[in-house]
């Protein structure tokens, strides 16, 4: 599980923990500070993640960190593929393209929108991502063929996740599922309400993860534990204000 979270210096970096009962505790990469949207390659060897204005890489084995692509960020998804094609949100207009092993950014999607979450499927020639305006989400592709609409939604999505045959997706604080045919390239069936009471933050973001081998990661409280606003008295007595 990759992840960002704040240290003991106070200083933002990608966090990786190894899942599983024999698992020792997550370990913080040095030179990934101000880590945002991490990403795993197809095999599982890196992470990719954004910093800076910068598109980064870390090697899982041995720590080491790489610069693919200078000026661009996102804080709204990216997607790797198996032939090293990195995929991501580069502004308020459509998704743009880059090798893992660096050179230039070009632009997949335009004047369609604004687009987010981009998630390669299995064939890694065909993404499914979310379009603001309609409310939509789109399938692509690579080679050039017009995109398609597969579902719209009442809500912007959030924070799409492609695994195991499943669009995973939030909406209105709910975690959905729905099945995905690569051979017709066609939702099958309806979405399937996984779990409620998940947060959505900035820019639709809900923090889950679903791993290709099955598990399901989320953080139900992005802010930090609830906390309740309280009044305290001259004699040190309190009493909450809102339930």
């Not at 995905?180 to 993860?209: K, N, Y």
């Amino acid at each position: 599980l990759a992840y960002v979270a704040v240290g003991r210096d106070a200083i933002k970096r990608l966090w990786i923990r190894t899942l599983g009962a024999t698992a020792r505790g997550a370990v913080e990469i040095a030179g990934t500070e101000d880590a945002n949207t991490p990403f795993w390659s197809p095999d599982g060897a890196w992470v990719g993640f954004f910093s800076r204005h910068r598109l980064l890489k870390v090697r899982v084995s041995d720590r080491r960190v790489q610069t693919i692509a200078t000026r661009v960020s996102t804080m709204a998804g990216a997607t790797w593929n198996a032939d090293g094609v990195i995929l991501f949100t580069g502004g308020p207009g459509g998704l743009s393209r880059v090798s893992a092993e660096g050179g230039a950014v070009v632009p997949v999607t335009m004047d369609e929108g604004s687009h987010f979450w981009p998630q390669f499927i299995g064939d890694g020639r065909h993404f499914l991502y979310a379009a603001a305006i309609p409310r939509e989400i789109r399938l692509g592709s690579l080679t050039g063929e017009p995109s398609r609409v597969l579902m719209k939604v009442p809500l912007n999505p959030s924070s799409l996740v492609y695994a195991r045959g499943h669009l995973f997706f939030g909406k209105d604080s709910k975690l959905f599922a729905r099945a995905f045919d690569e051979a017709t390239l066609e939702f099958v069936g309806e979405p399937i309400e996984l779990l409620a009471g998940i947060p959505v933050t900035q820019l639709g973001r809900m923090p889950f993860s679903v791993s290709a081998a099955g598990p399901l990661a989320v953080w139900p409280y992005p802010g930090g534990t609830p906390a309740t606003l309280r009044w305290f008295t001259e004699t040190g007595a309190s009493v909450p204000v809102a339930e």
